[in-house]
């Protein structure tokens, strides 16, 4: 969702539908479908970056693609840095501190609502010494999963299967070798 100068908002759909919410009215429009960006694409965050140009991304790892908001038209930016945009907190959108090159610079789990079974881990940080391990928990505390990530230079970038959870809610914890917990990300499982 993201607002213009006239208090209005804008709300993008995950299928690339937008809804115009005219707050002085309380009533929402459908404006149109967002045209450019591939048929699969499901659109996960919006955001307006330093040009005041509507920027969409997807939870998938898809490209992010700058939206004309007066034709709804999407050209995609340049550079192919696929990020793992499943929220708008995630640190890799509406802040490019995090991105450098094609390289995240920290620990993160993706997608945090699971549709097709596999969550990403994937990171960079020098600081990260030894493998880690990662502890999937459900809603009660119990260790449904374990297992261990490998870590080369830093750099983490491995598929989990979860295709024996049932749907629900679950607490991934990341580890580091003595320990010390690195990361506690809240994912649902919706297959």
Do not use: C, W
């Not at 967002?34 to 005041?52: D, H, L, R």
């Not at 699971?114 to 994937?122: A, C, L, Q």
């Not at 080369?152 to 917990?181: C, E, P, R």
């Amino acid at each position: 969702m993201i607002s213009d100068a006239e208090n209005n908002f804008y709300v993008f759909s995950a299928s690339g539908n937008v809804f115009k919410v005219m707050t002085k009215e309380l009533k929402a429009k459908f404006v149109g479908k967002v045209t450019g960006i591939p048929e699969n694409y499901s659109v996960n965050g919006s955001a307006v970056n330093a040009a005041g140009r509507v920027v969409v991304a997807s939870a998938k790892g898809a490209p992010l693609y700058e939206v004309d908001l007066k034709t709804l038209i999407a050209k995609q930016l340049p550079g192919n840095l696929n990020l793992p945009i499943y929220d708008l907190a995630s640190q890799y959108f509406a802040n490019d501190k995090g991105v450098k090159g094609n390289v995240l610079s920290k620990l993160d789990v993706f997608p945090t609502r699971v549709d097709d079974g596999v969550i990403n881990i994937m990171g960079n940080d020098k600081t990260i010494k030894g493998n880690l391990s990662l502890m999937i928990l459900d809603m009660s505390g119990k260790n449904v999963l374990k297992q261990n990530l490998a870590v080369k230079d830093g750099s983490v970038s491995q598929q989990i299967n979860l295709g024996n959870l049932v749907n629900g809610t679950y607490i991934v914890n990341i580890t580091d070798h003595s320990g010390k917990a690195i990361l506690s990300k809240k994912i649902i499982v919706n297959d």
